[in-house]
């Protein structure tokens, strides 16, 4: 081989060392630095997407809380507002009670008395009706034992043969409103009692100022 041939190969073969060295380079500059990047955009989009996920659920919370909240709210004014309603029709049910209860039993049999009797009947039986429909509902009182949550007592009468606090009768209706909340109170007569057999009388009083 000559000497001009030899210098030309040498400086071919210095010439692909040279490329291949500056393409490991390249590559060594290309990889990592890629690689990161793309794990660090990743990191950064997941976040973002975790941020406004949680944005969204807070704002789904909040807005079921102010669902719930007007709608108590709402619920509210309207039991109020008919609960106001319902104490000016109470009285006239009262007064359409003692209005019958005013005939005389041997009149009921009269025409004249009957066909009032009838017409009370109706009356009373359509404001029932319209209270039921806006859950206003009488409260058991005859036969139950009194409860100062629901009755009033505006007499005491003996008789032994009922227990302390039975109620014997009924001086004005008692209505709840909603089936939880008392819209008046029912003014009632209870018993004292009497004492069982072989036992001492104990006097049991009902405090009736209340």
């Known amino acids: 081989m000559s000497h001009h041939h030899k210098h030309e190969s040498e400086k071919e073969e210095v010439k692909l060392e040279t490329e291949a060295s500056e393409q490991e380079e390249i590559a060594g500059q290309e990889d990592i630095p890629v690689e990161d990047g793309r794990d660090d955009k990743i990191a950064q989009l997941q976040a973002e997407v ?4 949680d944005l969204y659920i807070r ?5 079921e809380n102010l669902r719930r909240r007007t709608q108590q709210e709402l619920e509210k004014r309207s039991k109020f507002a008919v609960s106001s309603f319902a104490q000016d029709l109470l009285p006239v049910n009262d007064n359409l009670s003692r209005a019958m209860d005013a005939i005389p039993e041997e009149e009921k049999e009269n025409d ?4 009032l009797l009838v017409g009370l009947e109706l009356t009373q039986k359509d404001l029932n009706s319209a209270l039921e429909k806006n859950k206003i509902t009488p409260i058991e009182s005859v036969g139950h034992i009194f409860d100062p949550n629901l009755h009033k007592v505006v007499q005491e009468i003996d008789d032994p043969t009922q227990p302390s606090g039975m109620i014997v009768k009924e001086w004005q209706k008692g209505y709840m409103i909603g089936g939880d909340r008392v819209l008046r109170e029912a003014v009632v007569i209870v018993t004292k009692g009497g004492p069982a057999p072989g036992q001492e009388a104990k006097e049991v009083h009902i405090d009736t100022t209340v």
């Open 50 to 53: 975790d941020k406004y996920k």
């Open 59 to 63: 704002a789904q919370a909040e807005m």
């Open 112 to 115: 004249l008395f009957k066909n």
